[in-house]
């Protein structure tokens, strides 16, 4: 049961990457507004890029273990392939 429940916590496809990543960001820039009225001036606009960036850096590396994850299961796959013959 737990088994079940953990996979609702497991990106599977680009998908929900891609869905997961817009909430990042979503949330990412609502913190940034925020800390431009915060920290009037240059301070708070480089806080906003820094919350923008962080987004862009987290979505690349999602996106690039669920390619690293899909290669990995095909790899798998080729090799017991190659061992059944």
Known sequence: M????????????RWEAYLIIYALALGAMTRGAHYTVEYPGVGGWMLFAC????????????LDCLRYEQEARERK???GIQAES
Do not use: D, P
């Open 2 to 13: 737990l088994r079940k429940i953990g996979r609702l916590f497991v990106i599977k496809t």
């Open 51 to 62: 919350t923008a960036g962080a987004v862009f850096l987290g979505g690349a590396k999602i």
């Open 77 to 79: 796959a080729a090799e």
